[in-house]
């Protein structure tokens, strides 16, 4: 029989392989992210009838290639066009992803249960168990989890993303912890000089969602110097149930200072520069010569400001040597007996080292002072850690709310230099609250035509509003695979990270159905641990799907000429019978 019969034969099977090919092409032309393959031909091995020899120069003959006739054509190989990306399709889809390539091609990772795969088909949903999975097959979507410490996605073996877990389903509750007061504040508010005040409320959240408000009064306390008073008036709940006056009834009177309030200066104290008393017959002097008294005992001084600048003077002093006393601006100090004072001459009286200092430091003479000077009661002081000045405190249960008369501008509440006062909940009310500071630096005072609009908002600068316990409203993933749950709270919460995997040869990647792939030896291995898609600037897009990257009119050609081919093939098949016949003929 002749060999051309079998060449043909040969033929015909490659070139229907290869329009088998081109079929699947065609009919996956709107299959998500699709990859085309192509088939190369092989010839087949060549039977050699003669050998080749080399050239004789003894004979004179040149040398003879070989004689080979072949003996057909095989399929070589089918390479898929792994790396040609599908054209985009808009989808809205938030869970519809759609991979974009930068330097390696990029793969999701799934999972049938047993094994991983690989696929470029984005389309995902959310299953019954709370899984990402695969709109088409249900494998389920793999990728990192949240770091429980810290927050933070923890990159290690890929595992099932299950972002609807009970635990997700729900964002908690926050404390406030800011506030803000912004508005104007007219001094002609008739509400602003009554006995009650202008009625400010804060609405605020504890750390288990449940809200409260605290309602404040400012009052006007010097109109032309623009001073005010803020002054917590109640705290209620939910239920306007006042917590405020329940905790007052069980508590002493100031209490409501240790919630809302402050320490206000009443008196100073002084600070000798100089520890001695001393006897001016011409009365002493200060620093520029002015006479500050006449002859007698004086003891230096030195007090302080609300400011915190000092200020000098020399105080008179009457000695009692006979009952070791002496007095001090009207309050008589007494000295116990080893701290006499000895050796006092008219003219210098000077008493052991640290003496006076005792006698105006510590709070037992001061008390001593106090009992036993005026019998006035008067409250403790504390010492200043800088000046070294004691001041005399007493509690108040508002803050000093000043601005400029110049310009209205706002300028401290509470003491110069303070933007900001605390109102203080957790020691007060329990753990499940937080301390409110509250910023004054946005109200400010101006002629309003009467109406104050000043009011306070929870948070500062989108900062510690607090919030309410949230519902779980929707899921959204970002262009790095980052999956964030949004709550109907206002939160956000990172619930995990889908990992790509990236293959050496991805071309070598083997093909099992429904838009998956598994590695060959030839592919490459996966790591089990995978790659954050952004690494090296490739991205996932949602919203949208690869599509198919077959390119029908490439297909439509090839058809053409695997189809010729055929033919022709055919034609070679039916020459040799021709031939053969003719070979029969020659008997008859």
């Known amino acids: 029989m002749m060999r051309s019969l079998f060449s043909a034969v040969s033929g015909l099977k490659t070139h229907q392989t290869k ?31 003669s050998y080749a020899s080399g050239a004789n120069a003894a004979t004179g003959k040149g040398g003879v290639n070989a004689k080979q006739i072949g003996l057909g054509v095989s399929m070589g190989a089918t390479k898929i066009t792994i790396t040609a990306p599908g054209a985009a399709e808009t989808t809205g889809d938030g869970l519809d992803l759609r991979l974009t390539d930068k330097v390696s091609t990029n793969f999701f990772i799934v999972s049938d249960g047993t094994k991983n795969l690989f696929t470029r088909a984005g389309s995902f949903y959310i299953d019954g168990a709370g899984n990402l999975a695969m709109t088409s097959t249900g494998y389920t979507v793999m990728g990192w989890q949240v770091d429980e410490t810290t927050g933070g996605i923890k990159k290690d073996t890929v595992s099932a993303l299950r972002v609807m877990e009970e635990k997700n389903l729900t964002s908690p509750a926050e404390a406030t912890s800011l506030a803000t007061v912004a508005g104007i504040i007219d001094k002609n508010d ?61 508590n002493p009177a100031n209490s ?53 600048d000092p200020i000098s003077g020399f ?14 601006q009207n309050y008589s100090y007494y000295l116990n007996a080893e701290d006499a004072i000895a050796g006092v001459t008219p003219e210098e009286a000077t008493p052991e080292p640290g003496t006076v200092l005792e006698l105006f430091g510590i709070s037992q003479v001061q008390l001593n002072a106090w009992n036993q000077g005026d019998g006035t009661d008067r409250p403790t002081s504390s010492q200043d850690p800088e000046t070294g000045a004691f001041v005399y405190t007493q ?4 803050y000093k709310l000043k601005f400029n008369p110049d310009n209205g501008e706002f300028t401290y509440v509470g003491s110069p230099g303070s933007n900001n006062v605390k109102l203080n909940l957790a020691d ?40 309410a316990l949230g519902s779980m409203i929707g899921l959204n993933i970002n262009n790095n695979g980052l999956i964030f749950g949004t709550y109907d709270n ?3 919460e990172l619930l995990g990270q889908i990992a790509v995997a990236q293959f050496a040869n991805a071309s070598g990647l083997e093909k099992v159905g429904e838009n998956c792939y598994t590695t060959t030896l030839n592919s490459g291995d996966f790591d089990g641990i995978g790659r954050e898609v952004g690494a090296d600037g490739s991205s996932m897009t949602s919203g949208e799907l690869e599509m198919s990257n077959v390119d029908l009119s490439t297909e439509f050609t090839q058809m053409i000429i695997t189809q010729r081919g055929f033919q022709s093939n055919s034609r070679v098949i039916t020459t040799s019978d021709t031939l053969l016949e003719e070979l029969i003929n020659l008997k008859r």
Do not use: C, H
């Not at 092409?25 to 039977?47: C, D, G, L, P, R």
């Not at 200060?286 to 008294?293: A, K, P, R, T």
């Open 19 to 49: 329009m088998d090919v081109i079929g699947n092409n065609v009919s996956n032309v709107n299959t998500v992210a699709f990859k085309s393959s192509a088939v190369t031909f092989s010839e087949i091995m060549y039977q050699t009838t």
């Open 256 to 308: 409501l200072t240790q919630i809302f309030g402050q320490n206000t200066t009443s008196s100073k104290s002084y600070l000798p520069t100089d520890p001695k008393i001393k006897y001016y017959p011409n009365g002493p002097t200060d620093e520029e010569g002015n006479n500050q008294g006449g002859a007698g005992y004086y003891y230096q001084y030195q007090t302080y400001t609300d400011r915190g």
């Open 428 to 467: 007060t009310f329990g753990n499940n609250f937080s301390d409110i500071t509250i910023d004054f630096t946005g109200s400010k005072t101006s002629d309003n035509g009467g109406k104050s609009t000043a009011g306070a908002d929870a948070g500062f600068q989108n900062d510690g509003a607090g919030r």
């Open 315 to 328: 105080a008179p002093v009457t000695v009692n040597f006979e009952n070791n006393e002496y007095t001090i």
């Open 490 to 492: 206002g939160n956000t």
């Open 190 to 250: 008739k509400n602003i000089s009554s006995d009650d005040g202008y009625t400010m409320a804060l609405n605020f959240y504890d750390n288990l969602g449940y809200t409260y408000t605290a309602k404040f009064a400012i009052k006007v306390s010097n109109a032309k110097a623009e001073e005010y008073t803020v002054e917590l008036t109640d705290i209620l709940d939910s239920e306007n149930k006042s917590i405020l006056q329940e905790y007052l009834d069980k």
């Open 395 to 398: 509690p108040a249960v508002n």
